[in-house]
């Protein structure tokens, strides 16, 4: 990789999941935090983001945006890592369709949070929510990877999203939940970006009150 990598981030958001993701690669990368309200809005950080929400990564003139894409990308950029399977293979269907997977879930979440009523399930991206859930189980009952016999970043995002729900007690703590999201999360990987982003997030704190 001759491009720079640039990592547009807040320690209190999706964030964490992209950084888990940029360690998990090992290659090199600037950090550049916005606040929320200011700079994550300001003219300077639209050109990058028009939306004014992080994550986002710029690698040389590309820019990519959105949780999922983040690590499918990064995936890409880092294949002696197998953080992906490859072009081609029948594993990758399952890795895009967890992946993918994830988006429904976040809807289910967002309206659980707001405490809005529950759309027909023949609107809604993630019909039932109990359909919802008990797919997910299914995924994960038994099972250590959902894209072949070794980690990849479909892992990383189910494990990551999953178990941010469940932290907010707004995914229920089933036991297929708990055990994949902790396998996964403990990670050195995970564990040193969560490192960074508590040291990051702490500083800042220290920064508001001096």
């Known amino acids: 990789m001759t491009a720079p990598l640039t990592f547009y981030t807040h320690p209190m958001s999706r964030g964490r999941t992209a950084r888990w993701m940029l360690e998990e690669t090992g290659l090199p990368y600037d950090t550049v935090l916005l606040d929320y309200g200011t700079t994550m809005k300001a003219p300077e950080y639209r050109a990058i983001n028009p939306m004014g929400k992080v994550p986002a990564i710029r690698h040389g003139d590309v820019v990519v945006t959105e949780v999922a894409a983040i690590v499918m990308y990064l995936a890409d950029l880092a ?31 967002t309206t659980k ?14 019909g039932t929510e109990a ?11 038994d099972r250590q990877h959902l894209a072949g016999d070794h980690f990849t970043a479909a892992d990383l995002l ?18 297929a939940f708990t055990r994949f999201a902790e396998l996964h999360q403990a990670r050195p990987a995970n564990l040193r970006s969560n490192e960074i982003d508590d040291k990051l997030m702490a500083e800042q704190q220290a920064n508001r009150n001096a």
């Open 131 to 141: 359909d919802l859930l008990d797919t997910l189980e299914g995924a994960l009952k």
């Open 79 to 109: 294949p002696e890592k197998k953080l992906a399977p490859p072009a081609g293979a029948p594993e990758r269907g399952a890795y895009y369709r967890w992946i993918s997977f994830m988006a429904p879930l976040e809807q289910l979440m």
């Open 158 to 175: 189910v494990a990551s999203f999953v178990g941010f729900y469940m932290q907010f007690k707004l995914l229920e703590a089933r036991p």
């Open 113 to 126: 949070a707001s405490g809005g009523a529950m759309p027909d399930a023949r609107m809604a991206g993630f």
